[in-house]
């Protein structure tokens, strides 16, 4: 598993600008973001990680993983709703993963042309997608095209962590969130990324 290109010196450039940011960089040197390349398991993942916490989501993609097998569009359209649920699956996610898996069938949604696109653009096609919705397209953006300028102001983990960070009362407001992300310009998806970091025993993964 690779590491992008630009992790190295965003590293150094982030230590440099935030000592409070710098320290969990330094804490966590052996660690860093990677890319599936499959935009269907990064979405699917996406999707089960929706408002639930790091180690919920992990628990329930490894149950899935064992009843399916396989992640891909053409399985999880042709799986059972009752074997979906039984891997801990609400029914609003269940829904939400066969609108996906519809998505790549039908090709609504194209893939192959979005390493060339902007975010924006990028986002506009995903939230389309029934189920997929800002935070989800980010999640994307960060963990499949490995973007580095990407900040999921959304994110409840986010959030936690910048206020462990700078012993800020939790929770701050999104605003406040998106004005202290300035600093980490042009590299907020690696910021964001050790903010996760500094909260979990595993790396968050999509």
């Known amino acids: ?9 965003a590293k150094k450039e982030l230590i440099k600008k935030d000592k409070k940011l710098g320290k969990i960089i330094i804490n966590y040197q052996t660690d860093f973001l990677f890319s599936r390349s499959d935009p269907f398991y990064t979405l699917s993942r996406s999707i089960v990680g929706q408002q639930i916490s790091v180690k919920a989501a992990q628990a329930v993609w490894d149950k899935l993983e ?3 097998k396989k992640i891909n569009p053409k399985i999880i359209d042709n799986t059972h709703f009752m074997t979906l649920k039984s891997a801990g699956l609400s029914r609003q996610k269940i829904s939400y993963m066969k609108a996906l898996s519809k998505a790549f069938i039908n090709k609504t949604i194209n893939p192959k042309i979005w390493r060339e696109k902007e975010d924006d653009y990028i986002i506009s096609e995903l939230i389309q997608v029934k189920g997929i919705g800002r935070w989800t397209a980010e999640m994307y953006l960060i ?3 490995c973007r580095p300028d990407v900040f999921p102001a ?3 983990g986010l959030i936690k962590g910048i206020c462990n960070c700078y012993n800020l009362k939790y929770p701050i407001s999104k605003e406040c969130a998106i ?4 600093r980490w310009k042009p590299w907020r998806s690696v910021a964001t990324w050790y903010f996760w970091r500094s909260l979990d025993p595993i790396p968050v993964e999509y």
Request: no cysteine; charged share 50%.
């Open 143 to 145: 963990f499949n095209l």
């Open 179 to 182: 004005k202290l992300s300035k």
């Open 66 to 68: 064992k009843r399916v």
């Open 1 to 9: 598993m690779e590491k992008p290109e630009f992790w190295e010196k």
């Open 154 to 156: 959304d994110d409840l």
